[in-house]
């Protein structure tokens, strides 16, 4: 028997890498200040609580500290003091698409710690333009910063694509440090997407405001809401708009009409969670090797240390 529903030929979605522009970069590092985005939470105990094991990988020799994505490197700062601390010179490359976040990160480095051992220079755009000169000065071992979920954010394909390609711009011996979120309760993982004081809805629907601006999109955020559900097929935790009424949207830049029935949701964003065989089983298929492993208290999230082989 045919089915009385009439479902849209293709789900629709958009890349959540559009949402950080300066103002997109500001509502997320309000999110990461909660105590409820538990990746967040954890990422910032791993570094409290294992500081030294990261500074002392790189206090034997000249080493350059590069961190794809930086945002307001706040984490990162954690590492730096201890170094810095420690008087080891330190050269930190914080690369983002961001320039406010840039601006503001560089700005405020450079004023804590004038007349120390950290110099610092911040890169605006594509991590792998910046990483193309970066690891080719000689005498300098590398280890590069990959925090937070970004790699998450990617499917397993992009996510092996983007490794593949980290890999090549390396040398031997070089470090990268990758945060994971680790797979867990969905209930748990529910609740860090769809938090109380409504951040990652104000997070979404800026999505929609930025297409208005750049693409001259007629958007009506007003009528678009924000859901996380956990996938478990997947094992990524999935974020959509979703549409309150029937209606039509605009993108002019695009010259076409985008569709809307009642409740039809735009796919904004996929967080995948991982287990530790899976996490090694990315690293040795991409050339590396797991040298650490380092964990909050409740193990909900692990910063995986690998050396290039």
Not at 79 to 106: A, C, F, H, M, T
């Amino acid at each position: 028997m045919q089915s009385w529903r009439v479902f849209p030929k293709k789900n629709k979605c958009l890349p959540s890498w559009l949402i950080f522009d300066n103002q997109g970069s500001a509502i997320f590092k309000e999110i990461t200040k909660s105590q409820e985005y538990l990746p967040a939470a954890c990422e910032f105990e791993i570094f409290n609580r294992h500081i030294n094991t990261i500074t002392n990988l790189i206090s034997d020799q000249p080493f350059q500290l590069i961190e794809l994505g930086s945002g307001d490197g706040g984490k990162t700062q954690l590492l730096i003091e201890s170094i810095v601390n420690k008087k080891i010179d330190l050269q930190y490359y914080p690369i983002d698409i961001s320039e406010g976040s840039i601006r503001n990160l560089v700005s405020t480095l450079k004023s804590k710690y004038l007349n120390t051992t950290l110099k610092v220079s911040g890169l605006i755009g594509d991590y792998f333009v910046g990483l193309k000169n970066l690891t080719k000065k000689p005498n300098y071992r590398n280890m590069v910063l990959f925090l937070g979920v970004t790699l998450n954010n990617m499917t397993p394909l992009d996510a092996n694509i983007f490794l593949k390609k980290l890999h090549k711009y390396l040398n031997k011996q070089d470090l990268v440090l990758i945060g994971f979120d680790l797979i867990k309760s969905p209930k748990i993982i529910y609740n860090a997407y769809n938090d109380s004081k409504g951040l990652f809805e104000k997070f979404n629907l800026h999505l929609l405001d930025r297409i208005n601006r750049v693409l001259g999109g007629t958007f009506e955020k007003e009528f678009f809401v924000h859901q996380g559900h956990y996938n478990p097929t997947i094992q990524a935790l999935e974020s959509y708009l979703y549409s309150t009424k029937k209606q039509t949207v605009r993108i002019q830049n695009l010259n076409k009409d985008f569709k809307f029935n009642a409740w039809e949701g735009i796919k904004t964003e996929q967080s995948y969670k991982f287990s530790i065989e899976e996490i090694e089983l990315l690293a040795e298929k991409n050339g590396f090797q797991i040298i650490k492993k380092l964990y909050d208290s409740r193990e909900y999230f692990v910063d995986s240390i690998w050396e290039v082989q």
